[in-house]
C-alpha cells in the first residue's frame, strides 16, 4: 500500500528557511514521479515542483530559485529545501505521488504539513 | 500557465439529487483532465482521471465528461458522503493547474 507521511511543517520567520520531508513506502521514489503541492484557503491548490528519471526537476515559477526538490532512494524520502520564504508560502504542502497509470494524474497525496511564514 | 475555473463555487444539494459541475480550461488540454474530492482537513483523492476514466474503487454514481476546454463532474444521486470540495486539475502541460473548487453542500 502507497503511504506517504510529510514532517517538517512549523512557523517560521520571513527570509528563512524549512526543509520539508515526505516518508514514503510500498513503492520506490526512485522509480516514480514526486511532487510537492500547496493548498491556502485564498489560492486554493497550487502545484510546486516535480522530481523524476535522473534527478529531472521542475518548479512552479512562483518558487524557482527558492525551493530545491531532491530525493534520497536509500531512505525512500523526497524533501522540499524552502529558502527566503515569504508570508505567500504560508499553506499546507502535500507530498503527492503521481499514478502509474497516467502522468500527471495525482493519484496518492499525503496527509499534508503546514508551514506558516509570519513574525 | 492553464487558468482553471470551476462554476458553481457552491451548489446546495440534498441527498438523493442528481448534480452537475463545470470545469473550464483557459487552453486545449485535450481530455488531460482530472477531478478530485476533498474534505475538511483532509488531503484530495482522485475520483476521475483522463475526463471520463473512474479511478478503482470509486462509486458508479460518480461521472466525468468533456474535451478540449469544457469539462463536467456529475453525482448522478447524491450520497451523504459525497458532501465535499470537488476540484479539476489539468496535466496537459507543466505546470498542472488546479480549478477553484466547487462545494457541495447539504440544502
Known amino acids: 500500500e502507497v503511504q506517504l507521511v510529510e514532517t517538517g511543517g512549523a512557523v517560521i520567520q520571513p527570509g528563512g528557511s524549512l526543509r520539508l520531508s515526505c516518508a514514503a513506502s510500498g513503492f520506490s521514489v526512485g522509480s516514480d514521479y514526486m511532487n510537492w503541492v500547496r493548498q491556502t484557503p485564498g489560492k486554493g491548490l497550487e502545484w510546486v515542483s516535480l522530481i523524476y528519471g535522473d534527478i529531472t526537476t521542475y518548479y512552479a515559477d512562483s518558487v524557482k530559485g527558492r525551493f530545491t526538490i531532491s530525493r534520497d532512494i536509500s531512505k525512500n524520502a523526497v524533501y522540499l529545501q524552502m529558502n527566503t520564504l515569504r508570508g505567500e508560502d504560508t499553506a499546507v504542502y502535500y507530498c503527492v505521488k503521481e499514478s502509474s497509470f497516467q502522468r500527471g494524474v495525482l493519484g496518492h497525496w499525503g496527509q499534508g504539513t503546514q508551514v506558516t511564514v509570519s513574525t | 500557465d492553464i487558468q482553471m475555473t470551476q462554476s458553481p463555487s457552491t451548489l446546495s444539494a440534498s441527498v438523493g439529487d442528481r448534480v452537475t459541475m463545470t470545469c473550464r480550461a483557459s487552453?486545449?488540454?485535450?481530455?488531460?483532465l482530472a477531478w478530485y474530492q476533498q474534505k475538511p482537513g483532509k488531503a484530495p483523492k482522485l475520483l476521475i482521471y483522463?475526463?471520463?476514466s473512474l479511478k478503482s474503487g470509486v462509486p458508479s454514481r460518480f461521472s466525468g465528461s468533456g474535451s478540449g476546454t469544457e469539462f463536467t463532474l456529475t453525482i448522478s444521486s447524491l450520497q451523504p458522503d459525497d458532501f465535499a470540495t470537488y476540484y479539476c486539475q489539468q496535466y496537459n502541460r507543466y505546470s498542472w493547474t488546479f480549478g477553484p473548487g466547487t462545494k457541495v453542500e447539504i440544502k
Open positions: 483522463a475526463a471520463s
Open positions: 487552453q486545449y488540454v485535450s481530455s488531460w
